[in-house]
């Protein structure tokens, strides 16, 4: 069983939203925090935002900031990205992550993640 599952993404219009889901079946990972990397194609991965299980403690990267919002629902062990005023530049496949804080995300080191979830295609086009 997979630790992380994600849901959402798809295509959607300039201006346009869509709210991805990250949950952990099964698992409860309390001290963690969760979030998401994305990478468009020919660019490295990089941090959008997550947030601390316990504590609420949010990152969120400078592009997303204002647009982004990040919540989590612990009860249903599910954190909710809403993604409002897409742009195409956020066109990329988004990875849902869990790490034992904000750290990788504050200083973009996606190598020392160690729990991914399978990636959703977010595609922001006309």
């Known amino acids: 069983q997979p630790l992380l599952v994600e849901s959402g993404g798809g295509l959607v219009q300039p201006g346009g939203s869509l709210r991805l889901s990250c949950s952990t079946p099964?698992?409860?990972?309390?001290?963690?925090?969760i979030g998401w990397f994305r990478q468009a194609p020919g660019k490295e991965r990089e941090g959008v935002s997550a947030?601390?299980?316990?504590?609420?403690?949010?990152y969120y990267a400078d592009s997303v900031k204002g647009r982004f919002t990040i919540s989590r629902d612990n009860a249903a062990n599910t954190v909710y990205l809403q993604m409002n005023s897409l742009k195409p530049e956020d066109t990329a496949v988004y990875y849902c992550?869990?790490?034992?804080?904000?750290?990788?995300?504050?200083?973009?080191?996606?190598?020392?993640?160690?729990?991914w979830g399978q990636g959703t295609q977010v595609t922001v086009s006309s």
């Open positions: 099964g698992f409860r990972l309390n001290g963690y925090a």
């Open positions: 947030i601390t299980l316990s504590e609420g403690s949010t």
């Open positions: 992550a869990a790490a034992g804080g904000l750290g990788p995300w504050i200083v973009g080191k996606y190598q020392v993640i160690p729990h």
